[in-house]
Nanobody, 119 residues
Framework: QVQLTESGGGLVQTGESMRLSCGAS????????MGWYRQAPGRQRELVAH???????SYGDSVKGRFTISRENAKNTVHLQMNLLKPEDTAVYYC?????????????WGQGTQVTVSS
């Protein structure tokens, strides 16, 4: 099993930047990909960004060009650099890891960190 610990988050103003980090521990040798999701009140959890073991990145449409995900494999850590933040980016951000072998992967989630962007 993989345990995820998030850091970062807080309150910023529109147009400012923020960086989130997520560290993995436990069975990290089988991690296939890590990413960030977010959930705003009354809305479904949505993809923000994902990076797989080859370094391939994917982003949600609403954050493309503003957010960048990066991965430090040696530290089993992913970062999310968020620039040009908007009030609609306000949400709880969750780190996610996919691990295991074969086709049945395990999904691990962090506890979530609140990001609030004031207008």
């Amino acid at each position: 099993q993989v345990q995820l610990t998030e850091s970062g988050g807080g309150l910023v103003q529109t147009g400012e930047s923020m960086r989130l980090s997520c560290g993995a521990s436990g069975s990290t040798f089988n991690i296939k990909g890590m990413g960030w999701y977010r959930q705003a009140p009354g809305r479904q959890r949505e993809l923000v960004a994902h990076i797989d073991s080859s370094g391939s990145e994917s982003y949600g449409d609403s954050v493309k060009g503003r957010f960048t995900i990066s991965r430090e494999n040696a530290k089993n850590t992913v970062h999310l650099q968020m620039n040009l933040l908007k009030p609609e980016d306000t949400a709880v951000y969750y780190c996610k890891a996919l691990s295991g072998t074969g086709t049945a992967l395990d999904v691990s989630w962090g506890q979530g960190t609140q990001v609030t962007v004031s207008s």
